[in-house]
């Protein structure tokens, strides 16, 4: 088990064995950093919810969630407002999960959460690379004043691993410095064919997978805080996704779902489908 303090557990088909699961579930409803449209925090509770609507089964994986066991240990319980006593919270809970060798899926939250869980994964893996699904760059040096934010949590990573260590995919808006940066550094992939070639660099070394839900379109995933024209659709998401399948993925995160704004429930039912082949994925 874990030492961390949780509120809430109850994703389809979780196992109460923490022991034999693999891969250990964590909300992480966090969402103080948020510049334009705040909710994010409502994000894990909400796909919880809406996991009780899928089929335990996985056509795209042939492989059921009633076939692995893995882990929910509900959403993390953090302070209101103290945004570095919240990044420590993650943090020791991510090296929590390392120590008890399972695989961190994180559910957010917005997307500066994944800068302490891939931190404690470097600590262990120092040759770790980034895989990031985004609409939006993230590399801003500072945003608003602040080093620690959701809109310069990727160059933070960059900061540690360098920018020759990612690979950017569904990027469509950012300042022309960010674009700059990309360009130089050659890490956004153009397609699905220019992905595949960029993979190939990272070889058997561990992956961090990131993935702000606004990577995708805003037609079917309104309810995130940032809507942005241009994205990705289901399909040609799994395209990237089942693309990864012989990479070794140590660790993962979903993030950036603001429920509240789609009423209509579409954005977190697709929030839940990439977490159930996410979870089957790594199992």
């Not at 992480?28 to 705040?38: A, E, H, M, R, W």
């Not at 990027?171 to 960010?178: D, F, H, I, M, P």
Request: glycine content about 8%; proline content about 4%.
């Amino acid at each position: 088990m874990l030492n961390s303090e949780f509120i809430s557990k109850s994703w389809l088909e979780a196992s109460d064995d923490f022991e034999k699961s693999k891969v250990v579930l964590i909300g992480i409803p966090y969402d103080g950093t948020c510049s334009f449209n705040p909710g994010a925090r409502f994000g894990p509770e909400q796909i919880r919810i809406a996991s009780k609507g899928l089929e335990e089964y996985s056509a795209y994986q042939d492989k059921s969630l009633e076939d692995i066991d893995f882990y929910d240990a509900g959403e993390l319980d953090l302070p209101f407002g103290d945004r570095d006593e919240v990044l420590k919270i993650i943090k020791n809970c991510t090296k929590e999960v390392i120590a008890k060798d399972k695989t961190y899926l994180g559910i957010g939250g917005e997307h500066l959460v994944t800068l302490p869980a891939f931190e404690a994964y470097y600590e262990k893996y120092p040759n770790l690379k980034l895989m990031h699904f985004d609409a939006l760059a993230d590399l801003r040096d500072e945003y608003l004043g602040q080093k620690l934010s959701h809109a310069t949590v990727i160059r933070r990573i960059t900061d540690i691993i360098g920018m020759e260590n990612i690979v950017q995919v569904g990027l469509r808006s950012g300042t022309k410095e960010e674009f700059d940066l990309i360009k130089k550094h050659n890490t956004l992939s153009l397609g699905i064919a220019d992905f595949r070639h960029k993979i190939e660099k990272f070889g058997n070394n561990p992956i961090f997978l990131t993935i702000d839900l606004d990577v995708l379109d805003p037609s079917i995933m309104s309810g995130t805080g940032t809507q942005e024209p241009g994205g990705l659709f289901f399909n040609e998401f799994y395209e990237y996704f089942a693309s990864m399948k012989d990479l070794n993925i140590v660790a993962a995160d979903v993030l950036e779902l603001s429920p509240h704004y789609d009423p209509s429930g579409v954005s977190t039912a697709t929030a839940a489908k990439i977490i159930r082949e996410l979870i089957l994925r790594l199992s």
